[in-house]
Structures are given as structure tokens and as C-alpha cells.
């Protein structure tokens, strides 16, 4: 089979299990919906009053399961994707929840149409799981992991080991220098492999491999420059016969901001309101375990440069960095208390933050707000660092939701200035709900290794 019918009936296959995921959630909807929850409207809904609610419920899945990432069969791990699609059905049927108690408006029919929603969460689980389980199974047997020629350069990094973590989408076949290889040996190899990765070529080998795939259709994998997200971001324009691109290059207009920032301070309010009685229990815990301060305040980088404290949950002993020493934290730090290993583990030491997002000095989605120290450090060794002030910091970011502790500052950059490049009000709704995912995670969490 040709490469090109192969990656076409991969999509079809795809497209054809999310088609039958979808059905189902809409199908118990219906169910539910006819025996249930119309019988609670006073003026119950005719044919063309259900076909409304359940295109309605149709658009908020199909909304929902976009921004979780719940479609991404064969993209995603089994184990994130079923995540992904438990989180999608839940955050689908509160939304019913919240939608039917405003239609009944009859306080007494709460709690009816709360078991209800659970009731309706519990049937799409149960079906859509197996049905998802089963079918990435099948997946992994009819589509195999893309063979792999890396090559790689003077700047290579550990991208091939990252690539080996996922042997259900790659396997890696031959490793070859840059400079060891000509075009035609290249063409030879894809014989027995599906695909390139370029790994820290120079710009003139990128350049000439890169073309030579192309001109042969030959799948190719790069890790992008600064340089290649800023080309990403650009506009296209016509105005003559010479096409042009265009960078704005001035970050975040004043309306995006004020929205922003709206945003910013309805969420927060609303999230410090919810978590309240969880906060004083940690706070309780964190000064019953050694008698010492709850909160831990930080200098911290954000927009333009400006300096602010940065407050958190103290996860660590008193003076765990003696004399101002900048010690990251690394697996199974001694440093780190009983209680401080818990809310770590699931982030609840940044909710204090959300204090920083009311006084301006951060967002709820930005980049990380760095240390004083690591911005002056990583400015000196990456010039472009910089570029990721052009924001607030954010409690939660890009570069926090799809890297992790310990992830290369090159990298994370990388995130942060996509972010930046492509921002939308979307895009935060997005970093927002897999921030949820990651708390699920434990590798996001990862220490610092010795030498790292």
C-alpha cells in the first residue's frame, strides 16, 4: 500500500470511530431526554423542540470534546485519551445540568435532574470507553509506528530518547549524522523507512534535506527555530505581485487585554470562592506540620520585565535555599515536607497565585513567570528569552501543559512564544482544561536530575 493511502485510511479510520463515539453520547441524550427531562418542562418540547435540544447537546460535545482532545484517537495515549473522553462526557453533562436547571426553574427538580445528569455520565462511560479501549487496540494492529530515519546535527539534543518514550506512534530505524549522508542515500533509506526527523541540523542542511523530502513526498519532523514560530504567526498579503509576510510584532492588542483581564478576574474570584474551605484545610496542615509560615513568597519576572512577589503554599522546609542559593527541586528532594509532596503532586501550592492574577501582576494563562536569577541565566544563553515578556506570567501556560518541571528552558520558550504567536480566547479555554488533565499526571511534576 502506497504511503499516501496509508495515512488517508488512518484519518478515515479516525474520523469513522469519533463518528461512533459521537453517536452514542447523542443517542443516550436522546433516550434520556425523551423519558426524563422533557416530562419536566411545563410546556413539554413537540418533534422539532427535541430535534433542537439534541443538535444543541450535539454542539456542545462536539465543542467540548475539541477542547479536551477527546477525538485524538491513535495522536493521544490510551490512558490520556480515555481521560480526555471522561472529562469531555462530565463537563458535557454538567453543562445539561446547569442548562435544564434554568429551563424546569423549579428548585425541587435540583436534585432530580442532578442524579439525572450523573445518571446520563455514567451510561456514556460505560459504552464509550469499551468502544474507545477496543478501537485504539485495533488501531495500534492495522496502523503501525512510523519508522524513523533521525538525523542528526552538530546541535542535536535528546529528542531521540523523548521519541522513543512513544512506541506506539514511532520506532526508530536508522541514525545517521548529518554530514554523513547525501541526498541520494536518503531517497535509498525511506525505502525501509516512513519518515525523517530532523534533529539540530545547520540551517544549510535543514534547507537541503528539507527540500529533498518535499520534492520525494517524504513525511519529514522538525524541531522549530524562534525564527520558524514567528514565520507560523505571520500574515500572508497581496498587494502587488510580490507576496508578502507580515509580523505585527507587538504582542497582545489593548482589546485582547482588556478582555483578557476581565476574564482574568471573574475566574479568579470565582475559583478562590470554590476552593476556600480547601485552602484553610491546607493552610492548617502546612503550619501543624513544623510550626512554620503557610505562604512562601518569591521575586518573579513578568510583562516588560517587571518585578513582582509571586505567592505560595510553602511546599518546602524553612530556609530551603540558604543564603539566597537558587536549588531547583529534584525527584525526592529531602527538602520537600509530608504535606508539601501532596500539593505538589496535584498543584494546589500555586492557588494562592490567583491572589498575584487580582493584583495584576499575573494572568490565569501565560507563561511561567521565571526567577530573577534563571531570566538573567537563560538570557544570556538563549538571547530571544526575553520575547516571552511581551505577556503577564500565568499561573498556567502552554509550556506548563504540554512540557513539564524539568523540561529544557530552549523549549519551553519554544511553547510560551507559540502561545504568544497564536493566542486566542479559545486557545486559554483550551490550556485551562488541560491544566485539569495534568493534574492527573505525574510526570509533569518531575525533578531536576543531577547535572541537569
Known amino acids: 500500500m502506497k504511503k499516501k493511502e496509508y495515512y488517508f485510511l488512518r484519518k478515515v479510520y479516525v474520523y469513522f470511530i469519533n463518528i461512533i463515539l459521537f453517536s452514542v453520547m447523542i443517542w443516550q441524550f436522546q433516550r434520556m431526554w425523551i423519558s426524563t427531562f422533557n416530562d419536566l418542562l411545563d410546556r413539554v418540547f413537540s418533534q422539532k423542540g427535541n430535534l433542537l435540544m439534541v443538535l444543541l447537546y450535539g454542539i456542545v460535545v462536539l465543542f467540548l470534546f475539541q477542547l479536551w482532545g477527546a477525538f485524538k484517537i491513535g495522536y493521544l495515549k490510551s490512558?490520556?485519551?480515555?481521560?480526555?473522553?471522561?472529562?469531555?462526557?462530565?463537563?458535557?453533562?454538567?453543562?445539561l445540568g446547569v442548562q435544564m436547571t434554568l429551563m424546569v426553574a423549579k428548585l425541587n427538580e435540583t436534585k432530580n435532574i442532578i442524579y439525572h445528569a450523573i445518571l446520563l455520565s455514567g451510561y456514556d462511560v460505560v459504552l464509550c470507553i469499551p468502544i474507545t479501549v477496543i478501537c485504539c487496540k485495533v488501531y495500534q494492529h492495522l496502523f503501525k509506528p512510523l519508522r524513523l530515519l533521525i538525523i542528526n546535527g552538530r546541535n542535536s539534543s535528546e529528542l531521540t530518547k523523548k521519541v522513543m518514550s512513544r512506541e506506539d506512534k514511532y520506532e526508530i530505524?536508522?541514525?545517521?549524522?548529518?554530514?554523513?549522508?547525501?541526498?541520494?542515500?536518503?531517497v535509498q533509506e525511506m525505502e525501509c523507512h516512513d519518515a525523517v526527523l530532523l534533529n539540530g541540523l545547520s540551517d544549510t542542511g535543514r534547507k537541503r534535506i528539507t527540500?529533498?523530502?518535499y520534492t520525494n513526498s517524504i513525511r519529514t519532523y522538525f524541531k522549530p527555530e524562534v525564527m520558524d514560530v514567528f514565520v507560523k504567526g505571520a500574515n500572508c498579503i497581496n498587494l502587488f505581485d510580490t507576496p508578502l509576510y507580515m509580523n505585527e510584532n507587538i504582542g497582545l492588542s489593548y482589546g485582547v487585554l482588556a478582555v483578557k483581564r476581565i476574564f482574568d478576574i471573574v475566574f479568579s474570584v470565582l475559583f478562590l470562592i470554590l476552593c476556600s474551605?480547601?485552602?484553610?484545610?491546607?493552610?492548617?496542615?502546612?503550619?501543624?506540620?513544623?510550626g512554620g509560615p503557610v505562604f512562601y513568597k518569591q521575586k518573579r519576572c513578568t510583562m516588560n520585565g517587571k518585578i513582582f512577589f509571586i505567592y505560595k503554599f510553602r511546599?518546602?522546609?524553612?530556609?530551603?535555599?540558604k543564603d539566597g542559593q537558587v536549588i531547583p527541586a529534584k525527584d525526592e528532594d529531602n527538602r520537600i515536607t509530608k504535606i508539601g509532596k501532596f500539593i505538589r503532586r496535584f498543584h494546589i501550592d500555586e492557588i494562592p497565585q490567583f491572589y498575584n492574577v487580582l493584583k495584576g501582576d499575573m494572568s490565569v494563562?501565560?507563561?511561567?513567570?521565571?526567577?530573577?536569577?534563571?531570566?538573567?541565566?537563560?538570557?544570556?544563553?538563549?538571547?530571544?528569552f526575553c520575547y516571552r515578556l511581551k505577556v503577564r506570567g500565568g499561573i498556567t501556560g502552554y509550556a506548563q501543559v504540554y512540557g513539564k518541571y524539568n523540561t529544557t528552558?530552549?523549549?519551553?520558550?519554544?511553547?510560551?512564544?507559540?502561545?504568544?504567536?497564536?493566542?486566542?480566547?479559545?486557545?486559554?479555554?483550551?490550556?485551562?482544561?488541560?491544566t485539569v488533565k495534568v493534574l492527573f499526571k505525574k510526570e509533569n511534576t518531575e525533578g531536576f536530575n543531577n547535572g541537569e
Open 277 to 290: 474551605p480547601l485552602l484553610f484545610i491546607v493552610a492548617i496542615l502546612i503550619k501543624a506540620e513544623d
Open 365 to 384: 494563562v501565560g507563561p511561567r513567570p521565571e526567577r530573577i536569577e534563571h531570566v538573567e541565566k537563560y538570557s544570556r544563553e538563549i538571547p530571544e
Open 315 to 321: 511546599s518546602m522546609i524553612v530556609d530551603a535555599e
Open 409 to 434: 528552558p530552549e523549549d519551553k520558550l519554544i511553547m510560551d512564544l507559540q502561545y504568544i504567536v497564536n493566542y486566542s480566547f479559545l486557545l486559554d479555554l483550551q490550556i485551562i482544561l488541560e
Open 173 to 186: 530505524g536508522n541514525i545517521v549524522q548529518e554530514n554523513e549522508i547525501s541526498n541520494e542515500q536518503i
Open 211 to 213: 527540500q529533498l523530502c
Open 79 to 95: 490512558a490520556n485519551l480515555i481521560l480526555s473522553q471522561c472529562l469531555g462526557i462530565i463537563s458535557a453533562n454538567l453543562f
